[in-house]
């Protein structure tokens, strides 16, 4: 069990561009979520998978944000046209469906995205 | 909607001291319940998680919570703090076959030597 990685830990990027955040869950989940934290806070819901399909995406998702599964393994998170108030950590967590609805979400270690 | 209330937050024990960290959650249903810990720069590690299955909930660590519906909390406790426990600590919240975690804003435990 490797665990649920993302790529890359650390982002810092300049007002206005576009980033991308790559999380591989654990390999037999088939849940799949991100979340947004930022500073003194805990972490929100942003979107969650079930294999390749988008079930759920938060208010917090504004239209400049796109996440993708293609394969129903890893997933993508795009942020188009970056703003300051996009700094964050931004974590991927996933689960077993199948576990009972205790089922547990196993986190990544996030990556944390700065906007100047 | 679902919430969670972390009371304090921040917890300052000394080394050898009793770690009360305190979780309060407001559902009509009583929900599933979660303590995850968070060391700096890193992701949440699961420390133990309420099913319904028993009240006293035993987790890794010597860490244990406590689900009590009539004071709808679930707070955790370690008898004897250990410098290694100096985290944040989420308690988070999920409803039935809901699948999104609903988090409090956290508590960061300082242990003193």
């Known amino acids: 069990d490797t665990g649920v990685s993302q790529d890359p830990r650390h982002k810092i990027t300049k007002r206005g561009q576009n980033v991308t955040f790559r999380c591989d869950p654990i390999?037999?989940?088939?849940?799949l979520y991100w979340y947004r934290q930022t500073l003194g806070q805990g972490p929100e819901f942003l979107t969650y998978?079930?294999?390749?399909?988008?079930?759920?995406k938060s208010r917090l998702l504004s239209d400049r944000f796109s996440a993708e599964r293609p394969k129903g393994s890893f997933s993508t998170l795009e942020i188009q046209r970056t703003e300051q108030g996009d700094s964050a950590m931004y974590l991927c967590?996933?689960?077993?469906?199948?576990?009972?609805?205790?089922?547990?979400?196993?986190f990544g270690p996030g990556t944390r995205l700065l906007v100047l | 909607a679902q919430s969670v209330t972390q009371l304090g937050s921040h917890v300052s024990v000394s080394e050898g001291a009793l770690v009360l960290l305190r979780c309060n959650y407001s559902s009509s249903v009583p929900p599933y319940l979660f303590w995850y810990v968070q060391y700096p720069n890193q992701g949440l590690q699961l420390l133990l998680k309420?099913?319904?299955?028993?009240?006293l909930v035993k987790g890794i660590n010597g860490f244990e919570a406590e689900f009590k519906k009539s004071e709808t909390s679930f707070h955790l406790t370690k008898p004897s703090a250990h410098m290694s426990d100096a985290a944040e600590y989420f308690c988070a919240s999920k409803r039935g076959s809901n699948y999104k975690l609903t988090f409090g804003k956290g508590t960061l435990l300082t242990v003193n030597p």
């Open positions: 967590a996933s689960s077993f469906l199948g576990q009972g609805a205790g089922e547990t979400q196993y």
């Open positions: 390999s037999e989940h088939n849940r």
């Open positions: 309420y099913t319904s299955a028993a009240t």
């Open positions: 998978f079930q294999n390749e399909a988008q079930l759920e």
